[in-house]
């Protein structure tokens, strides 16, 4: 997969994310590995946000990130577990 030039822009965490950090039990150097073994990106519900789709401890995990053109920096908004319905 091609990935966008804001890809390898310098990541800003958001309060909302370092909030989530701590709830969902991750830190900053996860993120990163994350971040790094990201798999595919999508735009998000939100204008101007993307959905990057990763795993985490054998889990699929996504984080949305909201890139600064201006700054050129590439926001960390939220990361969470995804949770898979049973059918």
Do not use: C
């Amino acid at each position: 997969m091609e990935w966008p030039d804001w890809w390898e822009w310098e990541l800003e965490l958001s309060p909302h994310l370092e909030k989530r950090m701590e709830e969902r039990d991750f830190t900053e150097i996860d993120l990163r590995e994350m971040l790094n073994r990201a798999h595919r990106y999508r735009p998000d519900v939100v204008e101007g946000r993307w959905v990057i789709e990763t795993r985490h401890h054998r889990r699929d995990w996504e984080v949305i990130v909201e890139p600064d053109s201006e700054e050129q920096l590439l926001v960390v908004i939220t990361a969470y577990p995804v949770l898979r319905s049973r059918r």
